[in-house]
């Protein structure tokens, strides 16, 4: 059973009351909320997911509540509770739906230890993966929201999950989240694309999150090969360029990125090192997305790898 | 006092070209390395030795012609220093 | 008494884990978690050959926890190799406390820790060059509001916490165990004294064994962070179970804690960790530290406040009581530390005064 199975009012009490048990990935996230913008929120974006049966075993316990505070009275407020835990600051009541997103991150980067988890974008076509580690400003949200409306398959928009055991991408397809001028750039690139209310004065400025494609929830179940490591760069007015990234810099710089590289050691040394020698490295600036997909859809995987020395001595 | 790989310091590396990339067990850190200090890491890890044989073996290993250059003691005298700070390797 | 719940049915009886509902299984990782004890539970399934019984959600939760506390224990043994060479030419040897000590020392309370800070003692006569060498090698202090410097030089056992400015850890030089305002201040030179030298190391030592177990007990009777309460009571626990093969181990804990005056926490850190975790204690024991018992009325009390506090703080182990529990606690924690003026000033301070941002 989906999530579009139940009415908009059976989803707001069943959020209000026990909660409701969502499959994104291949996590499980009990959910309560009070807030009605969250459960609309979740009534359009999450639409797609399956609904796991109640009282199973859930990976992480969410709620989104209302602080009882006098400041209700005045500047309505939003909680993110994480197993009954506050972990973030109270944000203004409107900025609950992009919260729960951003919670929902914290959740799976914070916790999960099995895979290197990379701050990167992942889309895949024809069998092989891209993944874009990027900081913040650097477009990676709005190339891959562009990406994954023509064509490529959403893995995630901001958590790559590299599997320890064989390397392989496990998908997490969740709503992409896009900032100020991104989101009617996208708007007007696929004019089909659903997105949530957008919602001004984030900490991330202006933000509203567009839903990922049915397809790629779909498959949310299946792993994939990584064939590139791509650092996009918007820069106004460029002409899109994709230049090779020695990769000794390409591992320095995905290790950069990551949230748990350092925290898995060894492990997470030889698991980045197949991940760079599977790959093909790229610094890639571009300014207009028709390019991007055009550059994008001529990348080829390398021919064979391992074509570096790796030693592990004693 | 010979210079050595610090004590269960279990070396692993990669490469690719002429960039070395060496994750510190120890430490737990993970560092991009050029070729001279690949070397002296490669090095030390067959045998600890002492500055000069060990100015000499990289001498050999990175065919430089006069190895009392003083530019080139002084540059591994350096480089050993750094390693040595970030606890690859060290003197006694 | 205390109600049966996951946490504690865990720790006492991992192989009964295997047997459990996923639902179950739900709430234990829950509570585990809470109390910092999920990668202890791993482990403890892990050397009895259960872990691969554990269904695969749930285990997972226990792995990630385990990767966790594996790297802490890495740093753990970097960063005293740091400070062993900040403190090289300084001639006081450290002494490690609590986790820095077990897992030097490989004692079973070590298995599947976390840590925040590594805690070492020095002679207070030593406190001004020790903490000289450690700036000189990176560490800096942290607390620069000159409220809390004052507070932790006038009134403390500890120097101000001091972090590492690039690897950001965390290290308390302490001088003794408890402050020099507490009611029960255990002479530290003879700690210090009866300290052993780390096995393979002739630079770093730690207690003797029945001065852990005691350290172990004031630590957890007499800190305002209960937190971690059950993680301390792991500790106790899992120190008596391994020390009591030593062959005098019991006669001396007793014998030691009337020399030291602590023979309070050692009766509480007793009591408790009978009633928490089934530590196997000598009835012999029990009734050599009655005269540590407080009045009945101060017990019942006491017990009311730490059958609470002592559990994770987590919903499921909570009653309406529960939150009130700590807030006594930390009251109490404080007032045992501290005259009664001083408290006064102390909690004022805390909680009107909000502190800067660092």
Not at chain 1, 28 to 46: D, F, M, N, Q, W
Not at chain 1, 255 to 281: E, H, P, R, V, W
Request: proline share 5%.
């Amino acid at each position: 059973m989906n999530v579009s199975a139940l009415t908009p009012s059976e989803l707001k009490l069943r959020l209000k009351t026990a909660g409701i048990y969502l499959q994104t990935g291949s996590f499980t996230t009990h959910l309560k909320t009070t807030i009605p913008s969250v459960a609309e929120g979740i009534g359009l974006l999450y639409a797609d997911y399956p609904l796991v049966e109640q009282d199973c075993f859930a990976d992480f316990h969410i709620s989104l509540t209302r602080p009882r505070n006098l400041r209700r009275w005045f500047k309505p407020q939003a909680l993110f509770l994480f197993d009954g835990n506050t972990i973030f600051k109270p944000l203004p009541l409107d900025q609950a739906f992009p919260m729960l997103e951003w919670g929902l991150n914290w959740c799976v980067s914070t916790h999960v230890n099995h895979c290197l988890m990379i701050h990167a974008a992942v889309v895949e076509k024809g069998g092989f993966a891209a993944i874009m580690p990027a900081p913040p400003g650097s477009g990676k949200s709005t190339l891959c929201a562009a990406l994954v409306n023509r064509g490529w398959r959403l893995l995630s928009d901001e958590l790559a999950l590299i599997r320890v055991s064989d390397g392989k991408l496990i998908p997490l397809p969740r709503p992409v989240s896009l900032k100020n001028e991104s989101i009617e750039i996208i708007r007007r690139y696929e004019p089909n694309a659903i997105f949530s209310r957008k919602v001004a004065d984030t900490i991330k400025g202006t933000v509203a999150h567009m839903k990922a494609p049915a397809d790629s929830i779909a498959r949310a179940a299946e792993a994939v090969q990584l064939a590139w490591v791509i650092f996009p760069k918007y820069q106004a007015g460029a002409t899109a360029c994709l230049e090779t990234l020695p990769q000794s810099r390409a591992f320095m710089r995905v290790a950069d990125n990551s949230f748990n590289y350092s925290l898995l050691g060894l492990q997470g040394f030889k698991a980045m090192t197949n991940l760079i020698d599977a790959s093909l490295c790229y610094d890639f600036t571009y300014s207009k997305l028709d390019d991007a997909i055009e550059i994008f859809g001529a990348l080829k995987p390398q021919a064979s790898h391992n074509n570096h020395t790796y030693a592990n001595e004693l | 006092m010979e210079w050595r790989l610090t004590s269960s310091q279990a070396i692993s590396y990669c490469s690719w070209d002429d960039e070395w990339v060496f994750y510190n067990n120890l430490s737990g850190d993970t560092h991009l390395l050029g070729s001279v200090a690949a070397q002296v890491l490669l090095e030390l890890r067959q045998s600890s030795l002492n500055a000069l044989l060990l100015t000499e073996a990289l001498a050999r290993r990175l065919q430089a012609e006069n190895v009392t250059d003083k530019e080139f003691s002084f540059q591994i005298d350096h480089l050993l220093n750094e390693l040595n700070t970030l606890g690859l390797i060290e003197f006694s | 008494m205390i109600p049966n719940y996951l946490i504690l049915q865990a720790l006492r009886e991992p192989e009964a884990l295997i047997s459990l509902s996923l639902l179950d299984w739900d709430l234990l990782i829950r509570q585990a978690r809470r109390a910092n004890l999920l990668a202890r539970i791993c482990l403890l399934l892990d050397e009895r050959s259960l872990l691969e019984q554990v269904p695969p959600k749930p285990r997972q939760h226990l792995e990630w926890s385990r990767v966790i506390s594996e790297k802490h224990i890495q740093a753990v043994h970097w960063e005293i190799t740091q400070i062993r060479k900040a403190l090289e030419k300084v001639g006081v040897p450290v002494v490690l406390l609590k986790g820095a000590a077990y897992v030097m020392a490989k004692l079973p309370s070590a298995k599947g820790r976390l840590f925040s800070d590594i805690d070492i003692i020095v002679p207070k006569d030593s406190l001004s060059v020790v903490e000289a060498a450690l700036m000189l090698h990176g560490w800096a202090a942290t607390h620069h509001d000159a409220y809390d410097q004052r507070y932790y030089r006038t009134w403390m056992h500890e120097l101000p916490p001091m972090q590492h400015i690039k690897r950001m850890t965390v290290i308390d030089v302490h001088h003794a165990i408890l402050p020099e305002t507490a009611a029960l201040h255990p002479d530290s030179a003879k700690l210090l004294a009866a300290a052993q030298l780390l096995d393979g190391y002739d630079d770093v030592k730690i207690f003797a064994p029945v001065d852990m177990v005691l350290h172990s007990a004031v630590h957890l009777f007499h800190n305002d962070q209960l937190d971690q309460g059950l993680r301390d009571l792991v500790d106790i626990d899992s120190l008596l179970r391994h020390f009591s093969r030593l062959p005098t181990f019991w006669t001396d804990l007793s014998v030691r804690a009337h020399e030291l005056g602590l023979m309070r926490p050692l009766f509480y850190a007793l009591r408790y960790a009978v009633h928490f975790l089934n530590t196997p204690v000598p009835s012999g024991m029990m009734k050599a530290t009655q005269n540590g018992r407080p009045n009945p009325l101060t017990l019942f009390f006491t017990d009311q406040l730490f059958e609470r506090a002592l559990l994770p703080a987590h919903k499921s182990c909570s009653d309406w009581l529960t939150g009130t529990a700590r807030q006594i606690l930390y009251v109490r924690a404080t007032w045992l530390r501290m005259p009664s003026f001083l408290l006064a000033r102390h909690l004022f301070h805390k909680a009107f005064i909000s502190p800067k941002p660092e």
